[in-house]
């Protein structure tokens, strides 16, 4: 079983900047492709960005030139930064290695 641990969660006002980490208990990152996702409630979990083994990146349209996913194959680390924020980026925020999921950490966004 591999446990995938998010942090970097909070409080922020619009127009700022949060990172999200999220740590795997094992190498398991270095070997498969990793995606950042986010839900709110009563909506379906999105994919907000992906990076491949190959270090490709792929963002859902209404984050990119704000968002930047990044890995740590060393660390077991995938990184989720975010600028420019805005209160409809308010959400939970997940991290996915197939077929494991973190437990998840808050970004709420408000003045």
């Known amino acids: 079983q591999v446990q995938l641990v998010e942090s970097g969660g909070g409080l922020v006002q619009p127009g700022g900047s949060l990172r999200l980490s999220c740590v795997a208990s094992?190498?398991?990152?270095?070997?498969?492709?990793v995606g950042w996702y986010r839900q709110v409630p009563g909506k379906e979990r999105e994919l907000v960005a992906l990076?491949?083994?190959?270090?490709?990146?792929k963002y859902a349209d209404f984050v990119k030139g704000r968002f930047s996913i990044s890995r740590d194959n060393a660390k077991n680390t995938v990184y989720l930064q975010m600028n420019s924020l805005n209160p409809e980026d308010t959400a939970v925020y997940y991290c996915?290695?197939?077929?494991?999921w973190g437990q998840g950490t808050q970004v709420t966004v408000s003045s």
């Open positions: 996915y290695v197939r077929p494991f």
């Open positions: 990076i491949t083994t190959g270090g490709l990146t």
């Open positions: 094992t190498n398991i990152f270095s070997m498969n492709d």
